[in-house]
Nanobody
């Protein structure tokens, strides 16, 4: 099983930037995919961005638009989500998800992003 720990959330002014981190531990040798999701109060959890760990291919969800950038540190088994020009609609709890080659899925506890105007 893979364990995930997110960090980097906080209170940011509209127009500001944040860099979220998700560190994986445990059975990381079997990692297949890692991704970011977010969930705002009263809304469904939505896909933001993901990376196929084996190939490095990155994909973005509709909500990511042009202000989100996913990157990774292979040695640290960590993915990052850079969010620029934060907008009120970006306020949410951001979750990290990992999938292994054995089709096991894990979620992190989430890190909260709050936007002030």
């Amino acid at each position: 099983q893979v364990q995930l720990a997110e960090s980097g959330g906080g209170l940011v002014q509209s127009g500001g930037s944040l860099r979220l981190s998700c560190a994986a531990s445990g059975s990381t040798f079997s990692l297949y995919d890692m991704a970011w999701y977010r969930q705002a109060p009263g809304k469904e959890r939505e896909f933001v961005a993901g990376i196929r760990w084996t190939t490095g291919n990155i994909r973005y969800g509709y909500s990511a638009k042009d202000r989100f950038t996913l990157s990774r540190d292979v040695a640290e088994t960590t993915i990052f989500l850079q969010i620029n020009n934060l907008q009120p609609e970006d306020a949410a709890t951001y979750y990290c998800k990992a999938e292994t080659r054995c089709y096991e899925g894990s979620w992190g506890q989430g890190t909260q992003v709050t936007i002030s105007s």
